[in-house]
């Protein structure tokens, strides 16, 4: 099985910033998109960001020019830059890809095991 292992969750103050890493391990022959999501306690999981399969970047409105998902192809691995962190920011943060595994297999959905976020003073 591929695995999507997340780090860099944390407690920061508002204003302050962290930075998510997300490597995928095991079989992988390409990933075709990647992405963040998150859910706060009592809400349904959000896109907080993706990278589509034709390089485009799309963020939710309320992280847009604060967040900033990037990748390095080589480690198969997506970060995500939160900086001017806000208090609605706080979720367990998931990261997706979008990946085939051979050449021949079709496209899944795989999730990492979620990392918390907490902004508060």
């Known amino acids: 099985q591929v695995q999507l292992v997340e780090s860099g969750g944390g407690l920061v103050q508002p204003g302050g910033s962290l930075r998510l890493s997300c490597a995928a391990s095991g079989s992988i022959f390409r990933v075709e998109a990647m992405g963040w999501y998150r859910q706060a306690p009592g809400k349904q999981r959000e896109l907080v960001a993706v990278g589509t399969s034709n390089g485009r970047i799309n963020y939710e409105p309320s992280v847009k020019d604060r967040f900033t998902i990037s990748r390095d192809n080589s480690k198969n691995t997506v970060y995500l830059q939160m900086n001017s962190l806000k208090p609605e920011d706080t979720a367990v943060y998931y990261c997706?890809?979008?990946?085939?595994?051979?050449?021949?297999?079709?496209?899944?959905?795989?999730w990492g095991q979620g990392t918390q976020v907490t902004v508060s003073s």
């Open positions: 997706n890809m979008i990946l085939r595994r051979s050449w021949d297999a079709d496209s899944r959905n795989y």
